[in-house]
């Protein structure tokens, strides 16, 4: 790390590198493909007349940092967690990544104070109009939930403040990621800028500590970042309430989440216990019978299970080629995955395998074809590779949901948990 510090200090992390400008239009794309949909709103709520430091919760790993770089075409720095910077070379791709590292508490007092090194290059990328990224939570955690802040955010903020606030003002923006699913790669996506926190004009009220200073930012911001994604307060329960959310949920997860809260605080203790207790065995029976919870609506149409069925047939060609394609890449992901401990680094790992092994992939595809095929259907075979590997996992999704929708549409409804499913949506008045 102080070799990086050596790096920061002769080096300008906000300066423009063309190679830097080269590779992001590929990083970006390939960050999109990530998703069957990935969506940004809120841009309004960025003002332009300040520095601005991006605030989001933390739940995926590095696709938090991807999602919130592809959201602008200019430059953002961002905050890691320090330890990622132990190795020299490492260290040297982090800050030609425009990553800065940010000693956590736990990494000790002595330690801590290196922060102070860090801050003053971020606060100088602030001065440029260069936005600086910090996750405030400072570990990820794949819930609906917020952990508690850390001080990093604030400090940063502050000093900010002092030195380039009497210029323009500093703000924090709020921001929610919501992923469809934190684990399974291919789902969906939505990143969401809230209201902008001023926070030259709260330092600017009165004469307060900066230890308190710090708490003040550190409690409108949480209060602001719950508002900003499905939030479902953090205790023993989280699980089993998401679960509950997912099945009153009528697509729109904030309001079920409203509903369950405001139910509970309505009906009592009692009710919310019996809720959770059949949340809890519907579960159960659900992990076991290896059923989507989403086939708990579509396996009760056979309209729509015919309709899959035939979907899945015409599809099964198409399928077949996508894999073969793509399977450079979608088999070293594959292979890792297992040997990944941490679940929420799998999107991440998904999306490292792709930037590094689709132009090979595609490269070797195109040799081989236009060496044994005619120029045409090789062509045609060759286009085909990009949209492969996306096919393949969509594919994989829908087969997945459609086995899900077959075997619980056979299945005993007792032994399903099909009544537990109606019973909770009925407490709810579904």
């Known amino acids: 790390m102080n070799q990086l510090l050596k790096l920061m200090s002769k080096s300008k992390i906000y300066e423009h590198d063309w190679l830097y400008s080269a590779l992001r239009p590929y990083v970006d794309w390939c960050c999109r493909r990530s998703y069957r949909s990935l969506k940004v709103d809120g841009y309004e709520n960025i003002p332009q007349d300040g520095a601005v430091i991006i605030a989001p919760n933390h739940c995926n790993t590095l696709m938090d940092a991807l999602v919130i770089l592809q959201a602008f075409k200019d430059e953002t720095v961002f905050g890691a967690r320090a330890d990622m910077f132990k190795k020299p070379l490492v260290a040297k791709i982090m800050f030609f990544l425009r990553i800065v590292p940010m000693v956590r508490q736990r990494d000790g007092l002595k330690n801590v104070l290196k922060n102070y090194e860090t801050i003053d290059t971020i606060v100088e990328s602030l001065e440029h109009k260069v936005r600086f990224c910090l996750y405030p939570e400072g570990r990820h955690r794949p819930m609906h939930s917020l952990l508690p802040l850390g001080k990093g955010l604030s400090r940063v903020a502050i000093a900010a403040v002092e030195k380039i606030g009497s210029r323009f003002p500093v703000y924090v923006i709020p921001t929610g990621i919501e992923y469809g699913d934190h684990f399974r790669f291919r789902s969906t996506c939505k990143v969401h800028f809230g209201q902008a926190i001023n926070v030259t004009e709260i330092l600017s009220k009165g004469d307060v500590p900066e230890a308190q200073q710090a708490d003040n930012i550190r409690r409108i911001l949480f209060s602001k970042m719950i508002l900003q994604k499905t939030y479902i307060p953090d205790d023993e329960n989280l699980p089993l309430k998401w679960t509950i959310t997912k099945i009153i949920s009528e697509g729109d997860n904030v309001s079920a989440v409203s509903k369950m809260q405001e139910t509970f605080r309505t009906e009592g203790e009692d009710f919310e216990k019996a809720v959770l207790n059949d949340a809890a065995e519907f579960e159960k029976r659900r992990l076991e019978g290896r059923f989507s919870i989403y086939s708990y609506l579509d396996a009760r149409s056979a309209g729509k299970l015919a309709a899959k069925s035939l979907i899945s047939i015409i599809l099964a060609p198409a399928f077949l080629l996508a894999a073969i394609l793509s399977l450079p890449i979608w088999g070293i992901f594959e292979f890792l995955k297992p040997r990944i401990k941490d679940r929420a680094f799998h999107n991440t790992a998904g999306y490292g395998v792709r930037i590094l092994m689709e ?67 009925g407490r709810f008045g579904l």
Do not use: H, Q
């Not at 090979?360 to 045409?376: E, G, M």
């Not at 075979?381 to 459609?402: A, H, K, M, Q």
């Open 359 to 425: 132009p090979l992939t595609l490269i070797f595809w195109a040799a081989l074809s236009f060496s044994l095929l005619k120029w045409l259907p090789a062509l045609l075979l060759t286009l085909c590779v990009p949209f492969s590997y996306n096919f393949f996992y969509d594919g994989i999704e829908f087969y997945r949901r459609w086995i899900s929708d077959l075997r619980l549409a056979i299945a005993d409804k007792e032994v399903s948990g099909f009544n537990l499913y109606d019973r909770i949506r």
